[in-house]
Protein backbone atom coordinates (compact mmCIF):
# COMPACT_ATOMS: atom_id res chain seq x y z
CA UNK A 1 0.00 0.00 0.00
CA UNK A 2 2.28 2.58 0.84
CA UNK A 3 4.54 1.77 -2.33
CA UNK A 4 1.89 2.58 -4.44
CA UNK A 5 -0.06 5.74 -2.08
CA UNK A 6 -0.99 9.52 -2.94
CA UNK A 7 0.44 12.40 -0.56
CA UNK A 8 -1.48 14.84 -2.33
CA UNK A 9 -5.60 14.08 -3.00
CA UNK A 10 -7.40 16.16 -5.30
CA UNK A 11 -10.74 16.82 -5.37
CA UNK A 12 -12.25 19.26 -8.08
CA UNK A 13 -15.67 20.12 -8.68
CA UNK A 14 -15.58 20.15 -12.10
CA UNK A 15 -14.13 18.56 -14.90
CA UNK A 16 -11.99 20.56 -17.20
CA UNK A 17 -11.10 22.50 -13.65
CA UNK A 18 -9.65 18.85 -12.01
CA UNK A 19 -7.60 18.51 -15.72
CA UNK A 20 -6.11 22.50 -15.12
CA UNK A 21 -4.96 21.66 -12.13
CA UNK A 22 -3.78 18.00 -13.30
CA UNK A 23 -1.61 19.41 -15.63
CA UNK A 24 0.01 22.36 -13.20
CA UNK A 25 0.73 19.63 -11.17
CA UNK A 26 2.08 17.44 -13.69
CA UNK A 27 3.95 21.24 -15.17
CA UNK A 28 6.18 21.26 -11.50
CA UNK A 29 7.25 17.62 -12.15
CA UNK A 30 4.75 15.76 -10.15
CA UNK A 31 3.33 12.48 -10.74
CA UNK A 32 -0.45 12.68 -11.55
CA UNK A 33 -3.46 10.39 -12.01
CA UNK A 34 -6.73 11.89 -12.83
CA UNK A 35 -10.10 9.73 -12.39
CA UNK A 36 -13.50 11.03 -13.95
CA UNK A 37 -15.73 10.46 -10.72
CA UNK A 38 -15.16 8.38 -7.61
CA UNK A 39 -13.63 5.54 -8.71
CA UNK A 40 -15.89 2.15 -8.17
CA UNK A 41 -14.05 0.28 -5.59
CA UNK A 42 -10.12 0.07 -5.86
CA UNK A 43 -10.17 0.67 -9.62
CA UNK A 44 -9.07 -2.32 -10.90
CA UNK A 45 -5.74 -1.91 -11.43
CA UNK A 46 -5.30 1.71 -12.54
CA UNK A 47 -1.93 2.43 -11.87
CA UNK A 48 -0.81 5.14 -8.85
CA UNK A 49 2.32 7.57 -8.83
CA UNK A 50 4.34 6.41 -6.14
CA UNK A 51 3.73 9.21 -3.69
CA UNK A 52 2.42 11.84 -6.56
CA UNK A 53 -0.79 13.66 -6.74
CA UNK A 54 -4.03 11.94 -7.57
CA UNK A 55 -7.18 13.94 -8.76
CA UNK A 56 -10.71 13.13 -8.70
CA UNK A 57 -12.88 14.94 -10.69
CA UNK A 58 -16.73 15.85 -9.73
CA UNK A 59 -19.13 18.04 -11.36
CA UNK A 60 -20.51 19.58 -8.16
CA UNK A 61 -20.41 22.86 -9.08
CA UNK A 62 -23.96 23.37 -9.70
CA UNK A 63 -25.83 20.89 -8.22
CA UNK A 64 -27.41 20.81 -4.59
CA UNK A 65 -25.58 21.21 -1.88
CA UNK A 66 -26.15 18.05 -0.37
CA UNK A 67 -25.68 15.64 -3.53
CA UNK A 68 -22.22 18.08 -3.72
CA UNK A 69 -20.97 17.03 -0.33
CA UNK A 70 -21.99 13.38 -1.01
CA UNK A 71 -19.57 13.26 -3.65
CA UNK A 72 -16.77 15.08 -2.06
CA UNK A 73 -17.01 12.54 1.03
CA UNK A 74 -16.84 9.62 -1.41
CA UNK A 75 -13.88 11.41 -3.15
CA UNK A 76 -12.30 12.29 0.14
CA UNK A 77 -12.63 8.81 1.92
CA UNK A 78 -11.54 6.84 -1.46
CA UNK A 79 -8.35 9.22 -1.77
CA UNK A 80 -7.49 8.28 1.92
CA UNK A 81 -8.17 4.92 1.66
CA UNK A 82 -5.23 5.51 -1.15
CA UNK A 83 -2.70 6.82 1.30
CA UNK A 84 -3.85 10.67 0.52
CA UNK A 85 -1.83 12.45 3.42
CA UNK A 86 -3.21 15.93 2.33
CA UNK A 87 -6.08 16.72 0.46
CA UNK A 88 -6.81 19.86 -1.83
CA UNK A 89 -10.21 21.05 -2.34
CA UNK A 90 -10.17 22.67 -6.15
CA UNK A 91 -12.74 25.50 -6.83
CA UNK A 92 -12.24 27.99 -9.86
CA UNK A 93 -10.60 30.62 -9.58
CA UNK A 94 -13.34 32.63 -9.78
CA UNK A 95 -14.78 30.89 -6.71
CA UNK A 96 -17.87 30.00 -8.77
CA UNK A 97 -20.90 29.22 -6.05
CA UNK A 98 -23.98 30.74 -4.48
CA UNK A 99 -24.97 31.84 -1.23
CA UNK A 100 -26.19 27.88 -0.63
CA UNK A 101 -23.07 26.79 -1.74
CA UNK A 102 -21.44 24.51 -2.90
CA UNK A 103 -17.55 25.89 -1.15
CA UNK A 104 -18.73 26.08 2.07
CA UNK A 105 -21.00 23.04 2.68
CA UNK A 106 -18.31 21.11 1.03
CA UNK A 107 -15.19 22.22 3.35
CA UNK A 108 -17.59 21.49 6.43
CA UNK A 109 -18.22 17.93 5.00
CA UNK A 110 -14.12 17.62 4.39
CA UNK A 111 -13.03 19.29 7.98
CA UNK A 112 -15.24 17.03 9.61
CA UNK A 113 -13.76 14.31 6.93
CA UNK A 114 -10.18 14.70 7.86
CA UNK A 115 -11.03 15.03 11.37
CA UNK A 116 -10.13 18.71 11.95
CA UNK A 117 -13.59 19.27 13.77
CA UNK A 118 -12.20 16.77 16.56
CA UNK A 119 -8.60 17.89 17.08
CA UNK A 120 -8.14 18.21 20.97
CA UNK A 121 -6.50 22.06 20.83
CA UNK A 122 -6.37 24.71 18.68
CA UNK A 123 -5.85 23.90 14.70
CA UNK A 124 -4.69 26.51 12.15
CA UNK A 125 -7.23 27.47 9.89
CA UNK A 126 -7.79 25.92 6.60
CA UNK A 127 -6.54 28.12 3.64
CA UNK A 128 -9.43 29.33 1.14
CA UNK A 129 -7.46 31.09 -2.16
CA UNK A 130 -8.74 31.00 -5.59
CA UNK A 131 -5.58 33.27 -6.75
CA UNK A 132 -4.02 32.49 -9.99
CA UNK A 133 -1.92 35.48 -10.92
CA UNK A 134 -1.17 33.70 -14.42
CA UNK A 135 -4.47 33.77 -15.39
CA UNK A 136 -5.36 37.72 -13.78
CA UNK A 137 -7.09 36.26 -10.99
CA UNK A 138 -5.68 37.76 -7.71
CA UNK A 139 -7.01 37.95 -4.11
CA UNK A 140 -6.43 41.40 -1.78
CA UNK A 141 -7.73 42.14 1.30
CA UNK A 142 -10.26 39.25 0.70
CA UNK A 143 -11.25 40.64 -2.27
CA UNK A 144 -11.50 38.46 -5.84
CA UNK A 145 -9.98 40.38 -8.75
CA UNK A 146 -10.58 39.50 -12.57
CA UNK A 147 -8.00 41.70 -14.07
CA UNK A 148 -8.42 45.05 -12.93
CA UNK A 149 -11.95 44.76 -11.88
CA UNK A 150 -13.08 43.08 -8.86
CA UNK A 151 -15.17 39.40 -9.86
CA UNK A 152 -18.50 41.18 -9.31
CA UNK A 153 -17.73 43.75 -11.60
CA UNK A 154 -16.42 41.76 -14.49
CA UNK A 155 -17.43 39.49 -17.39
CA UNK A 156 -16.68 36.08 -15.67
CA UNK A 157 -19.25 37.46 -12.70
CA UNK A 158 -22.36 37.23 -15.02
CA UNK A 159 -22.38 33.27 -14.95
CA UNK A 160 -25.97 31.54 -15.53
CA UNK A 161 -25.53 29.50 -13.25
CA UNK A 162 -23.15 30.93 -10.48
CA UNK A 163 -23.23 34.55 -10.69
CA UNK A 164 -20.88 36.53 -8.76
CA UNK A 165 -22.74 39.15 -6.99
CA UNK A 166 -20.12 39.72 -3.77
CA UNK A 167 -16.15 39.88 -4.71
CA UNK A 168 -15.61 39.83 -0.56
CA UNK A 169 -14.31 35.99 0.21
CA UNK A 170 -14.83 36.38 3.33
CA UNK A 171 -18.17 37.59 3.36
CA UNK A 172 -19.17 35.30 0.85
CA UNK A 173 -17.87 32.13 2.23
CA UNK A 174 -19.28 33.13 5.70
CA UNK A 175 -22.81 32.82 4.17
CA UNK A 176 -21.56 29.24 3.03
CA UNK A 177 -20.64 28.08 6.37
CA UNK A 178 -21.47 28.08 9.70
CA UNK A 179 -17.69 28.62 10.79
CA UNK A 180 -15.60 31.73 11.50
CA UNK A 181 -14.12 32.45 8.08
CA UNK A 182 -11.08 34.98 8.60
CA UNK A 183 -8.39 36.97 6.61
CA UNK A 184 -5.32 36.08 5.95
CA UNK A 185 -3.77 39.58 4.12
CA UNK A 186 -1.06 39.88 2.19
CA UNK A 187 0.63 42.29 4.87
CA UNK A 188 1.29 39.20 6.81
CA UNK A 189 2.21 36.81 4.03
CA UNK A 190 4.70 39.65 2.20
CA UNK A 191 6.72 38.46 5.66
CA UNK A 192 7.18 35.15 4.51
CA UNK A 193 6.29 31.81 5.51
CA UNK A 194 6.92 32.12 9.16
CA UNK A 195 4.95 35.51 9.72
CA UNK A 196 1.94 33.02 7.90
CA UNK A 197 2.40 30.23 10.04
CA UNK A 198 2.48 32.86 13.16
CA UNK A 199 -0.50 34.13 12.17
CA UNK A 200 -2.38 31.20 11.37
CA UNK A 201 -1.73 29.82 14.70
CA UNK A 202 -3.26 33.40 16.54
CA UNK A 203 -6.21 32.48 13.96
CA UNK A 204 -6.93 28.93 14.86
CA UNK A 205 -6.86 29.91 18.55
CA UNK A 206 -9.10 32.57 18.32
CA UNK A 207 -11.69 30.05 16.72
CA UNK A 208 -11.46 30.64 13.57
CA UNK A 209 -11.76 27.72 10.91
CA UNK A 210 -11.14 29.13 7.11
CA UNK A 211 -8.89 31.44 6.70
CA UNK A 212 -9.44 33.59 3.04
CA UNK A 213 -6.03 34.58 2.08
CA UNK A 214 -4.73 36.95 -0.57
CA UNK A 215 -2.24 36.40 -2.80
CA UNK A 216 -1.18 38.66 -5.44
CA UNK A 217 1.58 36.56 -7.40
CA UNK A 218 3.28 33.37 -7.38
CA UNK A 219 5.47 34.48 -4.32
CA UNK A 220 2.72 34.85 -2.43
CA UNK A 221 1.41 31.63 -3.19
CA UNK A 222 4.68 29.74 -2.65
CA UNK A 223 4.76 31.51 0.99
CA UNK A 224 0.95 29.87 1.27
CA UNK A 225 1.82 26.61 -0.02
CA UNK A 226 4.75 26.54 2.18
CA UNK A 227 2.75 27.24 5.36
CA UNK A 228 0.08 25.00 4.24
CA UNK A 229 2.34 21.79 3.30
CA UNK A 230 1.57 20.17 6.48
CA UNK A 231 -1.96 20.53 7.15
CA UNK A 232 -4.35 17.87 5.85
CA UNK A 233 -6.74 20.33 3.84
CA UNK A 234 -5.81 23.05 1.78
CA UNK A 235 -8.56 24.82 -0.41
CA UNK A 236 -8.23 26.76 -3.88
CA UNK A 237 -7.39 27.23 -7.26
CA UNK A 238 -4.45 25.36 -9.48
CA UNK A 239 -2.52 28.03 -8.37
CA UNK A 240 -2.30 27.16 -4.56
CA UNK A 241 -2.34 23.33 -5.63
CA UNK A 242 0.71 24.17 -7.44
CA UNK A 243 2.59 25.78 -4.52
CA UNK A 244 2.45 22.71 -2.67
CA UNK A 245 3.73 20.18 -5.12
CA UNK A 246 7.30 20.83 -3.82
CA UNK A 247 7.30 17.78 -1.68
CA UNK A 248 5.93 15.33 -4.36
CA UNK A 249 8.30 12.94 -6.24
CA UNK A 250 8.71 13.96 -10.28
CA UNK A 251 7.07 11.91 -13.01
CA UNK A 252 8.79 9.98 -15.53
CA UNK A 253 8.78 10.65 -18.77
CA UNK A 254 7.16 13.30 -21.02
CA UNK A 255 3.60 12.61 -22.25
CA UNK A 256 1.84 13.63 -25.56
CA UNK A 257 0.75 11.68 -28.25
CA UNK A 258 3.49 10.14 -30.29
CA UNK A 259 3.34 11.72 -33.99
CA UNK A 260 1.48 9.76 -36.27
CA UNK A 261 -1.62 8.06 -33.88
CA UNK A 262 -4.92 9.03 -35.83
CA UNK A 263 -6.23 12.72 -34.65
CA UNK A 264 -8.99 14.58 -33.89
CA UNK A 265 -10.82 17.99 -32.87
CA UNK A 266 -14.22 17.99 -31.38
CA UNK A 267 -15.92 21.38 -30.46
CA UNK A 268 -18.68 21.91 -28.29
CA UNK A 269 -17.97 24.91 -26.57
CA UNK A 270 -19.34 28.67 -27.49
CA UNK A 271 -16.67 31.04 -26.20
CA UNK A 272 -14.66 33.52 -28.73
CA UNK A 273 -11.67 31.82 -27.99
CA UNK A 274 -12.93 28.11 -29.39
CA UNK A 275 -14.83 29.98 -31.94
CA UNK A 276 -11.85 31.21 -33.65
CA UNK A 277 -9.62 28.00 -32.68
CA UNK A 278 -12.35 26.56 -34.59
CA UNK A 279 -12.07 28.86 -37.55
CA UNK A 280 -8.42 28.31 -37.79
CA UNK A 281 -8.27 24.40 -37.66
CA UNK A 282 -10.91 24.43 -40.31
CA UNK A 283 -8.66 26.42 -42.44
CA UNK A 284 -5.98 23.43 -42.48
CA UNK A 285 -8.30 20.56 -42.11
CA UNK A 286 -11.43 18.94 -43.18
CA UNK A 287 -14.63 19.92 -41.12
CA UNK A 288 -18.15 18.69 -40.50
CA UNK A 289 -20.37 21.18 -38.51
CA UNK A 290 -22.85 20.05 -36.49
CA UNK A 291 -25.86 21.88 -36.19
CA UNK A 292 -29.14 21.48 -33.44
CA UNK A 293 -31.44 22.20 -36.01
CA UNK A 294 -30.38 19.08 -37.84
CA UNK A 295 -30.54 16.56 -35.42
CA UNK A 296 -33.92 17.96 -34.20
CA UNK A 297 -35.49 16.93 -37.61
CA UNK A 298 -33.67 13.47 -37.50
CA UNK A 299 -30.87 13.45 -39.51
CA UNK A 300 -28.28 11.49 -38.77
CA UNK A 301 -25.80 13.31 -37.43
CA UNK A 302 -24.28 11.49 -36.24
CA UNK A 303 -23.65 8.52 -38.95
CA UNK A 304 -22.89 11.46 -41.48
CA UNK A 305 -20.09 12.67 -39.31
CA UNK A 306 -18.47 9.50 -39.25
CA UNK A 307 -18.61 8.64 -42.76
CA UNK A 308 -17.09 12.19 -43.26
CA UNK A 309 -14.60 11.27 -40.49
CA UNK A 310 -14.06 7.76 -42.38
CA UNK A 311 -12.80 9.60 -45.77
CA UNK A 312 -10.43 12.24 -44.52
CA UNK A 313 -9.05 10.33 -41.22
CA UNK A 314 -6.67 8.64 -43.68
CA UNK A 315 -4.80 12.31 -44.48
CA UNK A 316 -4.33 13.90 -41.12
CA UNK A 317 -7.10 15.25 -38.38
CA UNK A 318 -10.27 16.09 -38.59
CA UNK A 319 -12.49 18.46 -36.79
CA UNK A 320 -16.51 18.21 -35.66
CA UNK A 321 -17.61 21.32 -34.58
CA UNK A 322 -21.07 22.75 -33.52
CA UNK A 323 -19.49 25.68 -32.45
CA UNK A 324 -20.72 28.39 -34.11
CA UNK A 325 -21.08 32.31 -34.01
CA UNK A 326 -23.46 33.65 -30.79
CA UNK A 327 -25.93 34.88 -32.94
CA UNK A 328 -26.09 31.26 -34.57
CA UNK A 329 -26.38 29.55 -31.43
CA UNK A 330 -29.28 32.06 -29.85
CA UNK A 331 -31.61 31.15 -33.37
CA UNK A 332 -30.98 27.94 -32.43
CA UNK A 333 -31.97 28.37 -28.74
CA UNK A 334 -34.96 29.91 -29.60
CA UNK A 335 -36.30 27.66 -32.26
CA UNK A 336 -35.07 24.57 -29.54
CA UNK A 337 -34.92 25.96 -25.94
CA UNK A 338 -31.54 26.41 -24.80
CA UNK A 339 -31.29 22.80 -22.90
CA UNK A 340 -32.86 20.98 -25.65
CA UNK A 341 -30.12 22.44 -28.18
CA UNK A 342 -27.64 21.70 -25.55
CA UNK A 343 -28.59 17.86 -25.03
CA UNK A 344 -28.89 17.12 -28.38
CA UNK A 345 -25.69 19.14 -29.58
CA UNK A 346 -23.63 16.95 -26.59
CA UNK A 347 -25.22 13.85 -26.93
CA UNK A 348 -24.48 13.74 -30.80
CA UNK A 349 -20.45 15.25 -29.95
CA UNK A 350 -20.35 12.29 -27.71
CA UNK A 351 -21.56 9.30 -30.11
CA UNK A 352 -19.59 11.05 -32.75
CA UNK A 353 -16.89 11.05 -30.47
CA UNK A 354 -17.12 7.23 -29.26
CA UNK A 355 -17.72 6.80 -32.96
CA UNK A 356 -13.89 8.20 -33.53
CA UNK A 357 -12.32 6.05 -31.36
CA UNK A 358 -13.90 3.18 -32.69
CA UNK A 359 -12.83 4.06 -36.18
CA UNK A 360 -9.01 4.16 -34.60
CA UNK A 361 -8.63 7.79 -33.56
CA UNK A 362 -6.27 7.59 -30.72
CA UNK A 363 -5.57 11.28 -29.96
CA UNK A 364 -8.86 13.60 -28.75
CA UNK A 365 -9.38 17.25 -28.67
CA UNK A 366 -12.11 18.00 -27.25
CA UNK A 367 -13.24 21.77 -26.52
CA UNK A 368 -15.32 22.55 -24.01
CA UNK A 369 -16.01 21.69 -20.19
CA UNK A 370 -19.88 20.03 -20.74
CA UNK A 371 -18.42 18.72 -24.25
CA UNK A 372 -15.87 17.08 -22.35
CA UNK A 373 -17.96 15.33 -19.83
CA UNK A 374 -20.11 14.48 -22.49
CA UNK A 375 -17.42 12.63 -24.36
CA UNK A 376 -15.38 11.31 -21.08
CA UNK A 377 -18.39 9.33 -20.03
CA UNK A 378 -19.24 8.43 -23.56
CA UNK A 379 -16.13 7.09 -23.74
CA UNK A 380 -15.88 5.32 -20.75
CA UNK A 381 -12.55 7.26 -19.73
CA UNK A 382 -12.44 7.12 -16.00
CA UNK A 383 -8.80 7.44 -15.24
CA UNK A 384 -6.38 8.82 -17.15
CA UNK A 385 -2.71 10.04 -16.42
CA UNK A 386 -1.56 13.58 -17.15
CA UNK A 387 0.94 13.88 -19.88
CA UNK A 388 2.37 17.38 -21.20
CA UNK A 389 0.74 21.02 -20.59
CA UNK A 390 0.25 22.27 -24.19
CA UNK A 391 -1.31 25.67 -22.96
CA UNK A 392 -2.13 27.14 -19.49
CA UNK A 393 -4.69 24.80 -18.24
CA UNK A 394 -4.50 22.47 -21.31
CA UNK A 395 -2.58 19.11 -20.91
CA UNK A 396 -2.96 16.00 -22.51
CA UNK A 397 -3.87 13.18 -20.96
CA UNK A 398 -3.81 9.60 -21.45
CA UNK A 399 -5.88 6.43 -20.24
CA UNK A 400 -3.74 3.53 -19.22
CA UNK A 401 -2.81 -0.01 -20.59
CA UNK A 402 -1.84 -0.84 -23.82
CA UNK A 403 -3.30 1.13 -26.78
CA UNK A 404 -3.74 4.42 -24.91
CA UNK A 405 -6.14 7.36 -26.08
CA UNK A 406 -4.68 10.61 -25.56
CA UNK A 407 -7.53 13.39 -24.67
CA UNK A 408 -6.82 16.85 -24.77
CA UNK A 409 -10.05 18.59 -22.69
CA UNK A 410 -10.16 22.20 -23.14
CA UNK A 411 -12.31 24.63 -21.36
CA UNK A 412 -14.08 26.91 -23.38
CA UNK A 413 -12.01 30.27 -23.22
CA UNK A 414 -9.06 28.54 -23.04
CA UNK A 415 -5.70 28.44 -25.15
CA UNK A 416 -4.49 30.40 -28.01
CA UNK A 417 -5.99 31.02 -31.65
CA UNK A 418 -3.78 28.22 -33.01
CA UNK A 419 -4.31 25.47 -30.04
CA UNK A 420 -5.46 22.79 -31.98
CA UNK A 421 -2.55 22.60 -34.23
CA UNK A 422 -0.19 22.91 -31.65
CA UNK A 423 -1.64 20.35 -29.98
CA UNK A 424 -1.49 18.18 -32.91
CA UNK A 425 2.16 19.21 -34.42
CA UNK A 426 3.18 17.72 -37.44
CA UNK A 427 -0.52 16.82 -37.80
CA UNK A 428 -2.48 19.50 -38.40
CA UNK A 429 -0.79 22.05 -41.72
CA UNK A 430 0.68 20.91 -44.55
CA UNK A 431 3.60 19.46 -42.59
CA UNK A 432 4.45 15.99 -41.61
CA UNK A 433 0.81 14.56 -42.75
CA UNK A 434 0.70 11.60 -45.45
CA UNK A 435 -0.68 13.01 -48.36
CA UNK A 436 -0.45 16.69 -47.59
CA UNK A 437 -2.85 19.63 -45.39
CA UNK A 438 -6.12 19.29 -47.33
CA UNK A 439 -7.15 22.67 -48.09
CA UNK A 440 -10.34 23.45 -46.31
CA UNK A 441 -12.04 24.38 -49.14
CA UNK A 442 -10.97 21.29 -51.04
CA UNK A 443 -13.93 19.86 -48.54
CA UNK A 444 -17.05 22.23 -47.62
CA UNK A 445 -18.11 21.95 -43.91
CA UNK A 446 -21.03 19.71 -43.74
CA UNK A 447 -23.65 18.25 -41.85
CA UNK A 448 -26.73 20.30 -42.53
CA UNK A 449 -26.58 23.22 -44.65
CA UNK A 450 -24.12 25.40 -42.85
P1 LIG B 1 -17.62 25.97 -22.52
O1 LIG B 1 -16.46 25.34 -21.82
O2 LIG B 1 -17.20 26.89 -23.62
O3 LIG B 1 -18.65 26.57 -21.60
P2 LIG B 1 -19.39 23.72 -22.77
O4 LIG B 1 -19.21 22.47 -23.57
O5 LIG B 1 -19.27 23.61 -21.28
O6 LIG B 1 -18.35 24.79 -23.34
O7 LIG B 1 -20.79 24.39 -23.03
C1 LIG B 1 -21.26 24.72 -24.30
C2 LIG B 1 -22.70 24.25 -24.41
O8 LIG B 1 -23.26 24.78 -25.60
C3 LIG B 1 -22.81 22.74 -24.51
O9 LIG B 1 -23.86 22.30 -23.70
C4 LIG B 1 -23.11 22.51 -25.98
O10 LIG B 1 -23.83 21.32 -26.19
C5 LIG B 1 -23.90 23.75 -26.35
N1 LIG B 1 -23.79 24.06 -27.77
C6 LIG B 1 -22.72 23.89 -28.56
N2 LIG B 1 -22.96 24.29 -29.81
C7 LIG B 1 -24.22 24.74 -29.84
C8 LIG B 1 -25.05 25.30 -30.87
N3 LIG B 1 -24.60 25.47 -32.10
N4 LIG B 1 -26.29 25.66 -30.54
C9 LIG B 1 -26.74 25.50 -29.28
N5 LIG B 1 -26.02 24.98 -28.27
C10 LIG B 1 -24.76 24.60 -28.54
Not at 64 to 86: H, K
Not at 166 to 187: E, F, I, K, N, Y
Not at 253 to 266: T, W, Y
Amino acid sequence: MEATSAALGVIADDYTGAVDVAGVLRERGAAVNLHFGVPADEAAGAPQPDGGAVVVALKTRSVPPDVAVAQALAAARWLRARGARQLFFKYSSTFDSTDAGNIGPVMDALYDETGLAHSPGPVAPVLACPAVPGYGRTVYQGHLFVGDRLVAESPAGRHPLTPKTDSDLVRLLSRQTAAVVGLLPRQVTAGGEAAVAGALAAMGRAGVRYAVADAVDDRDLAVLGAAARGHPLVTGAAGLAAALVGHLPPALGAGEPPAGLPAAVVSGSGTEATLEQVRRFSRLRPTFRVVPGAIARGDDVVAEALAFARRHLPTGPVLVSATAPPEAVRAEQQALGAERAARLVETALAEIAAGLVSLGVRALVVAGGETSGAVVGRCGVDHVVIGREVAPGVSWARTAGPDPLWLLLKSGPLGAPDLFAEALPGRAGTGGVPGGGMPAAAVPARGAGR
